[in-house]
């Protein structure tokens, strides 16, 4: 009782289906092995890159701008840390512009120079992406091709046989199919990780983005501007033992019946009255 699955298995498995479809079927399958193995090995090689630039970026939030100067909190950083490697070109290109034979404003200069440092990390968290993309595209069509080929050779045979019944057509049929379904095995996982790479690279690239934009602020102001370190829970307490921001004199709303430097007013109707009377 028990051999029989097993031999309609081994009859009609992915094996036999190679078999029967011959040299196309065995290269479109080689072809999605290789898609299905490319696409985990840069999602994990990709999952591995991002994680390690979010513990910079956490790195970067607890220590960086405590230090005394911009060299020393780079020197906190590691030698291969994205958020180094910005911090340098800004060094670099303050360094430079002090050279520069014509006159350009140090504000455009570092904008620029800090731009195309992020770019170029932002071209780094791409790289590998546009192959899940073309195997999430791909790989069904891949696989429906190998399906259309195992179909054909088996209509061929059926011909030859002059037998069409059901038991004749669906063990080749069958096998013909299982190509389809190798192409959406190779095909959803690529598309899945695609999206999600690129969420996460997402959220990185507004870290770094605003990671930027304050150290342009840091280099122009001479180190004056720089973003403030103290937790919502930090903020949060010295609001609630101060009550509220103090208001600067004279921001006040008037109140009625007064001015803004707290003396009585005299009621519009009062004064026409008064003049009046005069």
């Excluded at 059901?166 to 096998?175: D, L, R, S």
């Amino acid at each position: 009782m028990q051999a029989a699955p097993a031999a309609a298995n081994t009859q009609f498995g992915i094996q036999n289906a190679l078999q029967q479809g011959g040299l196309i079927s065995y290269s479109v399958f080689i072809i999605l092995v290789i898609m299905s193995l490319g696409t985990f090995y840069i999602l994990f090689t990709k999952l591995m890159q991002q994680q390690k630039i979010i513990s910079q970026g956490r790195k970067v939030r607890s220590s960086f701008w405590n230090s005394a100067n911009l060299r020393e909190a780079a020197n906190k950083l590691d030698q291969k840390s994205a958020y180094r490697a910005i911090v340098d070109d800004a060094l670099v290109a303050q360094d430079q512009h002090g050279k520069l034979t014509d006159p350009i404003d140090q504000h455009d200069w570092m904008a620029n120079s800090l731009a195309r440092s992020q770019g170029a990390i932002s071209a780094r968290l791409g790289e590998g992406l546009a192959f899940l993309a073309t195997v999430g595209s791909t790989a069904p069509f891949i696989g429906l091709f190998g399906t259309v080929v195992g179909i054909y050779r088996a209509l061929i045979k059926i011909g030859a046989s002059g037998d069409a019944s059901i038991t004749t057509v669906a063990g080749p049929v069958g096998e013909a199919l299982i190509m389809t379904a190798l192409g959406l095995v190779v095909a959803v996982p690529a598309v899945l990780a695609y999206n999600w790479l690129i969420r996460r690279n997402k959220a990185i690239q507004e870290d770094l983005a605003a990671f930027t934009n304050d150290l342009h602020g840091y280099l122009m102001s001479a180190g004056a501007v720089k973003p403030q370190m103290a937790g919502p829970a930090v903020r949060s307490s010295a609001q609630t033992r101060t009550g509220a921001a103090p208001t600067q004199p004279g921001s006040e709303p008037l109140r009625t019946g007064r001015t803004a430097t707290g003396a009585q007013a005299t009621p519009t109707g009062a004064m026409l009255r008064g003049l009046a009377g005069r």
